[in-house]
């Protein structure tokens, strides 16, 4: 199993952005993926950690969090069908 998280600047432009990627998500899959906000510590100690120089940022990790499978950054955004890809248990 994976860990899907999206790393962003809430209230900025990528607000917009990520929550119409969340509501497309939601409707293609059922499934929901983890938001986190970059002025959290957490969301600065994974962009730190992962590399992440560009937002929004998705990061698909191991369920552990303690690697990182798939990153995606800036936009555009990846299709639902290349995230959705790793949210399917193996």
Known sequence: MS??????HPDSSQDTLV?????????STG???N?????TKEGDWLAQS???TQYPAIIVSS???SSVIKMWQ???LPL??????????S
Do not use: C
């Open 74 to 76: 800036g936009e555009p």
């Open 35 to 39: 938001l986190l906000s970059l002025e």
């Open 3 to 8: 860990k899907i998280t999206i790393l962003y």
């Open 19 to 27: 929550n119409d990627y969340l509501r497309d998500y939601r409707a």
């Open 50 to 52: 992962v590399d992440a």
């Open 31 to 33: 499934k929901e993926l």
């Open 80 to 89: 639902i069908s290349e995230v959705s890809y790793y949210d399917n248990p």
């Open 63 to 65: 369920d552990d969090g």
